[in-house]
């Protein structure tokens, strides 16, 4: 435990604390049991790092560890849990929980049987805690960690500080906001750097590596976070890469799963499994049509990459500005906990009311004119008017 303790003062004492992602507001932390998940990259480990740094300092109250440390290899959790509080250990933060065999079983034991201590724990965006043998879900109230908005890049790059603004404030007031805020700045200079890089906080250390290491990260995700998915076969990553790089050179895609299967050499069930695990992986966004369930055995309606970045990364020589648009628009207003799904007319259907068409500057109104509750998302321009809207204005609901 003393090893452990070294590397955590160490890398704890290396956080910045310069910039904090608004969920370390929004998290109560004095639940005993706390679930942190999302896509690699999005930041859950600096989240952690940069509370113990706030809170904590080096005291012996808290500690950092995480599940990939050889350690673990021969030690069990609970065993660890034990000593370090013995030790005077309060608050427990734990990285990458799902590289750890039985990992909610041992989270379980901690929490019934060490009460006087708090379990933070962190694990990829394909983990889903209802499904667990134990009931963790009851137990651990959860948070989920996405990629920045456009709000929070202009935040993080030192251009505006903007509050995040609800929905239904967008819709009614978008012409008062966007004249208020476009006499501070220009939100269309900084709008396509944040489509190019933006999405990852990781692009504040260096943005000309920054699609190699995006591209890095869509491998670890293929290569190691779904072989921790039940049922996953390992032999399939590379075909696994070679269908996420055939989306990414034609989406938006309505998907031809017996083409895709040709393709690929993968069953069609296997098929249709994978890409529901690309969607929980955070790596593509699958809208069905409004009205339809979700399931994991279930066809996809349309396919989009989870946000504008991995285009850039993944197929730079196939990007196309509609795509971006849309891509844009359903993740961020998605990622804002709205329910997204496909219209009959339209390009999307929000919270089963309203119905939104994106588009450049000269993108006509005929196809959503005649629908109650209908917009327009239109790309380049600064401020709207009526029912136009424009599309950076989507990335500052949170």
Known sequence: MENLKVKSNLIVQQQATDIIRPLAKTIDWDDRLISILGARGTGKTTLMLQRIKSIYGLSNEAMYITMDDIYFTNNLLSDFAKEFRQNGGKTLFIDEIHKYPDWAKEIKNIYDFYKDINIVFTGSSIIDISRQNTDLSRRAVQYELTGLS????LSFTGIANVEPILFKDLLNHHVEIANTLISNFKPLQHFNDFLRYGYYPFFIENTNTYHLRLEKVVRLIIEEDLQFVAGFNPHHSRKIYQLLYILSTNVPFKPNISSLSEKTGISRNMIIEYLYYL???????SPSAAGKSISTLQKPDKIFLENTNLSFAL????????SLREAFFMNQVKNAQHEVCLPLKGDFFIDDKFT?????????????????????AYDDMEAGIGNKIPLWMFGLLY
Do not use: H, T
Not at 279 to 285: E, G, Q, R, S
């Open 150 to 153: 456009y709000r929070e890049f």
């Open 279 to 285: 969607n929980k992986a955070k790596l593509i966004n």
């Open 315 to 322: 197929s730079p020589n196939n990007v196309d500005k509609g």
């Open 356 to 376: 939104f068409e994106i588009g450049g500057k000269g993108k006509s109104a005929k196809q959503v004119m005649d629908l109650e509750n209908s917009f327009i």
